[in-house]
């Protein structure tokens, strides 16, 4: 035991070492202009694997390049605002809370200013204008609509919080349903025909339109479309409130001409539509592995990263707090460290409720965007899922850490007692080796848990291997074909773990076992 303490406390100092080093990753310096953008919304922003036609490197996903229409306006911002651009790829949802936070100095990420968002954020002058059309499949019975009236039974939707979806009330007797949190899951859906469309704005039904040849869309007539105000229709960059950022991005906006935003917005468009895209399911994912390998690669290191690192550590919180807890101590020999005991254990019986009784993903939200907000402290989103992830698996190791203890006859407890052993004597050189090896499965069980649970992490902008996928799904357009990719390296990695661990069980069971090379299957050797 005693050279297992050694040991974990040898790695525990590791990672720490490794903790602090990540820690140390910032967005915001004086020098910098910080944007954030979800790279997978192209014309407007989409990511590549290159720096080619002009695309910039994502801060937060090394390896990865940003580029799009927003990209290219942010360059010519930065340049004029005398700042080096640095560029911050995060879920749709994250950016509002991440600029009001000062995660980030500005959105430019195809945003409208309406009249909700305002209440929240500052915008700049508008910087692009576009027409909404409806994305549907060529074949689509729909597909030669000229007005809102045609599509009666129309299944429809539009992204969450954008003003897509709360136009669909104009379309009488359609069938409105839920709004999807991304048009990489909309296309999807129309593909699928789970949907027989979505509302776009023009570029990027282009875009779409190219990407996929079973795709088009509906252009309206002149008065018959979707009824919109200016500040709907427009685009414009998001700061926050009464910041004076504002005032500098809308003269560096001056200085860039209606013709040149055009041409921009054209140049754009084409990349997209003349991307020599392959058919056929095989030659597809073929094509996304061979361009995109080197993100999944790093997307997969990064899982497995956060969710060793989480367990581990999750690990020792667990025993500490089942240690606390399970301690029982004499009213009549120290009331103080009586009711002190019994405060602890109430605040560790709450952090034990309140994690596992809340989703993972609600917590990184909280904790990422909250502690700058509210706190000041400016967490880096590896550190910040580092953490969350840890004190998660703490709260659910905890209980089971406390079920292997209770599991050890309570009579080795009072062996110890006999034999003049302390309480914390008996715990780490009877009772904990004992309970540790009963609870290994579920040990192992929480790792292989962990590695499919940082998916959530996208939220707080960590290029996990779920996060990767979604910016290639968004950036191609070939949907389908990437999450099968992701699907089978999500599989690889928890298949070869559990058979790891399997192996490291048993091998601590002193047993000897043959794998069967046909069937995996195990049996007992002599």
């Known amino acids: ?44 922003n989409w990511s590549q694997s290159t720096d080619a036609n002009g695309a910039y490197p994502i801060d937060n996903s090394k390896g990865e390049y940003a580029n799009g229409y927003d990209l290219q306006i942010a360059k010519k911002i930065a340049d004029n605002l005398g700042k080096k651009l640095v560029v911050i790829k995060m879920e749709w949802d994250g950016l509002a809370p991440a600029v009001m936070s000062g995660k980030v100095d500005a959105i430019i990420a195809g ?42 039974g129309f299944k429809i939707t539009g992204q969450l919080n954008t003003f897509h979806y709360s136009v669909i009330d104009q379309i009488k007797d359609c069938d409105k349903l839920p709004a999807m949190e991304s048009f990489p899951s909309m296309l999807s859906a129309v593909l699928a025909e789970k949907i027989d469309g979505y509302v776009s704005e023009k570029p990027q039904a282009l ?3 190219a990407s996929n040849a079973e795709l088009s869309y509906i252009e309206f007539e002149k008065g018959k479309g979707f009824e919109t105000s200016a500040e709907d229709t427009s685009i414009a960059i998001g700061v926050k409130k009464n910041s004076d950022l504002t005032g500098k991005i809308n003269e560096a906006l001056k200085k860039i001409s209606q013709e040149e935003r055009d041409k921009l917005m054209q140049e754009m468009v084409r990349l997209n539509v003349e991307k020599d895209q392959p058919q056929g399911f095989l030659s597809k994912v073929k094509n996304i592995f061979n361009e995109y390998g080197s993100l999944f690669l790093k997307g997969a290191l990064m899982t497995l990263f956060i969710a060793s690192v989480s367990t581990i550590i999750g690990f020792l919180i667990g025993i500490l707090v089942a240690v606390i807890r399970n301690m029982k101590l004499d009213k009549d020999k120290n009331k103080f460290t009586y009711y002190l005991h019994k405060f602890i254990n109430f605040i560790l019986a709450c952090y034990v409720e309140i994690f596992r009784g809340t989703p993972m993903m609600v917590q990184s939200m909280l904790i990422y965007f909250g502690a700058k907000l509210y706190l000041g402290i400016d967490m880096a989103p590896i ?27 309570v009579g080795q407890m009072e062996a110890c007692k006999a034999l003049g052993m302390t309480h914390s004597q008996s715990m780490i050189n009877v009772i904990l080796p004992q309970a540790i090896k009963n609870i290994l499965p579920s040990i192992g069980n929480e790792f292989v848990i962990n590695i499919k649970d940082t998916s959530v992490l996208n939220v707080i902008s960590v290029t996990e ?62």
């Open 1 to 44: 035991m005693k050279n297992f303490t050694r040991k974990l406390t040898s790695i525990v100092m590791i990672l720490m070492m490794m903790f602090v080093f990540v820690n140390n990753e910032s967005f915001a310096e004086k020098d910098t202009f910080v944007i954030g953008m979800e790279a997978n919304y192209a014309p407007f």
């Open 111 to 152: 945003m409208s200013p309406t009249k909700e968002r305002k209440e929240q954020i500052d915008f700049s002058d508008t910087y692009y204008s576009s027409d909404l059309v409806i994305v549907t499949k060529k074949d689509s019975k729909y597909i030669n609509a000229k007005s809102l009236n045609d599509l009666k």
């Open 207 to 209: 875009s779409a339109e």
């Open 465 to 526: 291997l779920f996060f990767v996928s979604k910016s290639i799904a968004g950036s191609t357009y070939n949907i389908f074909e990437t999450y099968a990719v992701t699907c089978v390296i999500y599989f690889v990695l928890t298949f070869s773990l559990t058979r790891i661990l399997l192996y490291i069980e048993k091998k601590s069971n002193n047993r000897e076992y043959i794998m069967e090379a046909t069937t995996g299957g195990m049996f007992n050797g002599k």
């Open 383 to 409: 550190s910040a899922a580092l953490f969350i992830v840890s004190v998660n698996t703490g709260a659910y190791l905890s209980e089971v850490v406390r079920g292997g203890i209770n599991s050890v006859d």
